[in-house]
């Protein structure tokens, strides 16, 4: 099996064709095939089911797809990183970030990498928890970040920030008189409440702590689009618990226009881990991606600037000039 072989089979299963990929790949279809032939012939076992709808992998297909697809990667950004220059650092890192975590960094980060790294190619993807992981485990991400422990088997995790949830909703709804700054579970139950669904983790954990106190709520909605939820917020239609990185979904310009009150009589708190995979060890920009994720965190809750959240990364000194 060679690399050609590995970019053959990604690049058909992606496809779902043998003709689209030997479009893609510049390839004539019965070379393509002859190719896919003898790999299955090396690793002894069919790899494609062929069908009138298409192509498909088989079980073993998809665990050599996961595992080409990582060491494509690698092949790619090893090769990045042998062209670097002694004061440049290039190459193309992948990070995955929630709505949330998205809404409040995505942006600086961004701008930070452009001014202090502009050789790194930075690909932000945005993505619910359980989206993220999976696409994680399957070799599509470099970073991540996610909010359980033991998301990605083999990945390096690290707590990075501790968020309080908080009830958002707009100015000026008047569910409660403007001086009000915390409420209790029970009066949120008592409003109409636009919530994720229950396979998003945040439900799962504002769930826990409802039923703990044996209070039952039902959402008039449940919306897994962060931007959609809050749409529908400032429409009128209700309020959400959520972090308050949320409100700056639609940019900073317009976070004045809601209110997050505390929830006084639980805990109600999530951890955001930071992951990274093994191979970022031996890639300079990965590393300095991590590194100022971690760095901007702690900027952003030292400063305020995204309240109810605490770091509890780690922060590298930064070098003197």
């Not at 980060?109 to 993505?127: A, F, K, W, Y």
């Not at 917020?233 to 226009?257: F, N, Y």
Request: glycine content about 6%.
């Amino acid at each position: 099996m060679d690399v050609r072989q590995m970019r053959y089979l990604v690049e058909i299963i992606e496809g779902a064709s043998f003709s689209q990929a030997s479009r893609s790949l510049n390839i004539a279809q019965p070379a393509l095939s002859q190719q896919i032939s003898r790999l299955e012939h090396d690793v002894g076992t069919p790899l494609l089911i062929r069908s009138s709808r298409g192509v498909s992998p088989t079980s073993a297909g998809r665990i050599l797809y996961r595992q080409a697809k990582t060491i494509l990667r690698q092949i790619e950004q090893a090769m990045t990183s042998a062209r670097e220059t002694k004061d440049v650092i290039t190459g193309l890192v992948t990070l995955g970030l929630p709505p949330t975590t998205m809404a409040n960094i995505g942006v600086a980060l961004t701008e930070r990498l452009r001014e202090s790294q502009p050789g790194i190619q930075l690909n932000l993807v945005e993505g619910l928890s359980g989206d993220l992981q999976r696409q994680a485990r399957a070799g599509d991400l470099d970073i991540t970040v996610l909010f359980t422990q033991e998301g990605v088997p083999g990945w390096s995790c690290e707590a990075l920030l501790r968020e309080e949830l908080f009830l958002v909703l707009p100015m000026d709804e008047r569910y409660f008189p403007f001086e009000t700054t915390s409420v209790s579970l029970r009066e949120i139950a008592g409003l109409p409440l636009i919530l994720p669904s229950s396979k998003h983790s945040l439900r799962r954990r504002i769930d826990m702590e409802f039923e703990r106190l044996e209070i039952t709520i039902a959402p008039i909605a449940e919306i897994d689009s962060l931007t959609v939820l809050m749409q529908c917020l400032a429409r009128g239609m209700g309020a959400t618990i959520k972090p308050s990185a949320a409100i700056k979904v639609h940019g900073m310009d317009l976070a004045s226009r809601w209110r997050c009150l505390r929830v006084n009589d639980v805990s109600l708190t999530r951890v955001n881990y930071l992951y990274s995979s093994s191979a970022t060890d031996h890639l300079p920009a990965a590393r300095v991606v991590v590194d100022e994720i971690n760095q901007l965190s702690h900027d952003l809750t030292a400063d305020g600037s995204w309240p109810g959240c605490t770091f509890i990364g780690q922060v590298l000194p930064r070098p003197k000039h």
